[in-house]
């Protein structure tokens, strides 16, 4: 079996001032100081990056953006371009989150493109699939996750996917407490990857990792990842607060 380089994001969606934001990556570097077998991404508000970014220039935790437009440049008021979030630094961008999908209308067609644009200006999808409660009640996880992969990885090669991370967010577990149980995510996280061999192939498939998102918890954690399928965790509310960002990061050691 492949070995993936775990890897553990934190989502701050709309939230933390650009001092409160300085304040808590430099707590986080010093409690993940060390730590070298987990890839530890944090993706503050646009209004943060440049800060956080210059926090973090020498420190092995990487920087991502939570959204961005698909033309480089133009007349999108309000909007941010994939050259403007390379140009802060950026690594990694989340495209196709939930609460995109759900409150700004985002659909699948629009995921692709932002996937296609991050890819072309050399940075890396955080790719967001999951199913509502009443899909899964309806019996339509795998449906609804066969889509959502299908479409937004729509015209993208052997070459462009090994830069993607995909992330599970079952949408019910987002901001609710809820959390799936360890066999519920991996049972997931394994039709994921069973999709990526027959889009792709094998190899690409071992070799892509999967993130779980929603609730996740230093108490969830380590269920989480003895999974063989999940590679990482999406957080969100935890990574607000540094210690409990560190502990989730240092899953390995719980």
């Given at each position: 079996?492949?070995?993936?380089?775990?890897?553990?994001?934190?989502?701050?969606?709309?939230?933390?001032?650009?001092?409160?934001?300085?304040?808590?990556?430099?707590?986080?570097k010093?409690?993940?100081?060390?730590?070298?077998?987990v890839?530890?991404?944090?993706?503050?508000?646009?209004?943060?990056?440049?800060?956080?970014?210059?926090?973090?220039?020498?420190?092995s935790?990487?920087?991502?953006?939570?959204?961005?437009?698909?033309e480089?440049?133009?007349?999108?008021?309000?909007?941010?371009?994939?050259?403007?979030?390379?140009?802060?630094?950026?690594?990694?961008?989340?495209?196709?989150?939930?609460?995109?999908?759900?409150?700004?209308?985002?659909?699948?067609?629009i995921?692709?493109?932002?996937?296609?644009?991050?890819?072309?200006?050399?940075?890396?999808?955080?790719l967001?699939?999951?199913?509502?409660?009443?899909?899964?009640?309806?019996?339509k996880?795998?449906?609804?996750?066969?889509?959502?992969?299908?479409?937004?990885?729509?015209?993208?090669?052997?070459?462009?996917?090994?830069?993607?991370?995909?992330?599970?967010?079952?949408?019910?577990?987002?901001?609710?407490?809820?959390?799936?149980?360890?066999q519920?995510?991996?049972?997931?996280?394994?039709?994921i990857?069973?999709?990526?061999?027959v889009?792709?192939?094998k190899?690409?498939?071992?070799?892509i990792?999967?993130?779980?998102?929603?609730?996740?918890?230093?108490e969830n954690?380590?269920?989480l990842?003895?999974?063989?399928?999940?590679?990482?965790?999406?957080?969100?509310?935890?990574?607000?607060?540094?210690?409990?960002?560190?502990?989730?990061?240092?899953?390995?050691?719980?």
């Amino acid at each position: 079996m492949m070995i993936r380089l775990p890897i553990i994001a934190g989502n701050w969606k709309m939230n933390k001032t650009v001092g409160e934001a300085i304040d808590l990556v430099r707590k986080l570097k010093a409690l993940i100081s060390g730590i070298k077998e987990v890839e530890v991404v944090v993706a503050p508000p646009f209004t943060a990056l440049y800060a956080v970014g210059k926090e973090l220039n020498g420190s092995s935790i990487e920087l991502s953006a939570q959204n961005l437009h698909w033309e480089q440049k133009g007349a999108y008021t309000g909007e941010i371009s994939p050259l403007m979030l390379k140009d802060l630094g950026c690594k990694y961008v989340i495209i196709g989150h939930s609460e995109r999908r759900q409150y700004f209308g985002e659909n699948d067609e629009i995921v692709n493109l932002k996937i296609k644009s991050a890819i072309k200006n050399s940075l890396k999808p955080i790719l967001c699939i999951g199913e509502t409660l009443t899909e899964r009640e309806e019996g339509k996880t795998f449906s609804v996750i066969k889509r959502q992969l299908e479409a937004g990885l729509k015209d993208i090669g052997d070459k462009e996917i090994r830069e993607i991370v995909i992330a599970y967010e079952p949408v019910w577990a987002i901001g609710t407490g809820r959390t799936a149980t360890p066999q519920q995510a991996q049972e997931v996280h394994k039709f994921i990857r069973e999709k990526l061999e027959v889009l792709y192939s094998k190899d690409i498939s071992q070799a892509i990792r999967i993130q779980y998102g929603g609730s996740v918890t230093p108490e969830n954690i380590k269920g989480l990842m003895d999974r063989e399928d999940i590679d990482g965790a999406l957080v969100g509310g935890a990574s607000l607060v540094a210690e409990s960002f560190a502990r989730i990061v240092r899953f390995k050691e719980i």
